[in-house]
């Protein structure tokens, strides 16, 4: 479960350095690893809904664990955590990208556990993002990644763990700069999907018409999982400046 919420599943193989890493820290087959994190994206509803298939020989096993984690959320993850923390001595050679996921430079303890436990959700939450959205900026059409920020509509630190944190629906795909405008409440979307900003935003500086050029503007849809309307409310009650 860890690999498959850290990975991108076009690096899952047992070519995989991180995948033949963890089979060595279990004692199993480097291929034996990767056919059960593609079984669980088989049982990804997420997946599922953009037609992504995957593998059809799930075992009940697989199935299961995917419908704790789909009920449990960031209870199961941080299980996930601590299990892939205690069985590791990381000697084995790691990819750069699952080192910084799991922190390798934090000190060991509860603390680096909560830390890669969230790392690994928010990670999860943009890959899962990032194909909704063809990897755009739903409204500037931005597409160089490292500029593209997971954007929370509902923030993450008062959404619910189980069942709106890693919402597909509690999202936006936006640039750096519309990323911390909407954060900040001084733009938002309404539940007709169009750009809104707020009185407090000048038009003095030619940064204020970073964010005015685009009032009233629609965004681009995702390919499934449009914005809930009951999170655009709760940003525009709650976090949006008027």
Same mark, same amino acid.
């Given at each position: 479960?860890?690999?498959?919420?850290?990975?991108?599943?076009?690096?899952?193989?047992?070519?995989?350095?991180?995948?033949?890493a963890l089979a060595k820290a279990i004692g199993g087959t480097p291929?034996?690893?990767a056919l059960i994190i593609w079984n669980l994206a088989s049982s990804d509803e997420r997946r599922?809904?953009?037609?992504?298939?995957?593998?059809?020989?799930? +075992?009940?096993?697989?199935?299961?664990?995917?419908?704790?984690? +789909?009920?449990?959320?960031?209870?199961?993850?941080?299980?996930?955590?601590?299990?892939?923390?205690?069985?590791? &001595?990381?000697?084995?050679?790691?990819?750069?990208?699952?080192?910084?996921?799991?922190?390798?430079?934090?000190?060991?303890?509860?603390?680096?556990?909560?830390?890669?436990?969230?790392?690994?959700?928010?990670?999860?939450?943009?890959?899962?993002?990032?194909?909704?959205?063809?990897?755009?900026?739903?409204?500037?059409?931005?597409?160089?990644?490292?500029?593209?920020?997971?954007?929370?509509?509902?923030?993450?630190?008062?959404?619910?763990?189980?069942?709106?944190?890693?919402?597909?629906?509690?999202?936006?795909?936006?640039?750096?700069?519309?990323?911390?405008?909407? &954060?900040?409440?001084?733009?938002?979307?309404?539940? &007709?999907?169009?750009?809104?900003?707020?009185?407090?935003?000048?038009?003095?500086?030619?940064?204020?018409?970073?964010?005015?050029?685009?009032?009233?503007?629609?965004?681009?849809?995702?390919?499934?999982?449009?914005?809930?309307?009951?999170?655009?409310?709760?940003?525009?009650?709650?976090?949006?400046?008027?």
């Amino acid at each position: 479960m860890f690999l498959y919420l850290a990975l991108p599943l076009k690096k899952v193989d047992d070519t995989s350095e991180d995948v033949q890493a963890l089979a060595k820290a279990i004692g199993g087959t480097p291929g034996a690893v990767a056919l059960i994190i593609w079984n669980l994206a088989s049982s990804d509803e997420r997946r599922r809904a953009r037609g992504k298939v995957g593998m059809t020989q799930a +075992s009940k096993m697989d199935k299961m664990v995917w419908a704790e984690y +789909s009920s449990a959320g960031d209870e199961l993850v941080e299980e996930a955590t601590d299990v892939f923390l205690n069985c590791f &001595d990381f000697e084995e050679p790691l990819s750069d990208e699952l080192k910084e996921t799991i922190g390798i430079d934090l000190p060991e303890g509860k603390e680096r556990e909560a830390i890669v436990s969230m790392r690994m959700n928010q990670e999860f939450f943009r890959n899962t993002l990032l194909a909704n959205y063809n990897s755009r900026c739903c409204l500037t059409g931005l597409s160089n990644k490292t500029l593209l920020v997971a954007t929370h509509i509902k923030p993450w630190k008062v959404s619910g763990p189980k069942t709106e944190r890693l919402a597909p629906d509690n999202d936006l795909l936006l640039n750096a700069l519309h990323d911390k405008a909407f &954060d900040r409440g001084l733009i938002t979307i309404t539940k &007709d999907l169009k750009i809104m900003v707020s009185s407090v935003v000048e038009h003095e500086t030619p940064e204020d018409e970073y964010l005015w050029r685009y009032n009233g503007e629609p965004i681009a849809l995702p390919k499934r999982f449009a914005p809930r309307a009951e999170f655009i409310e709760y940003h525009n009650d709650m976090v949006f400046k008027g």
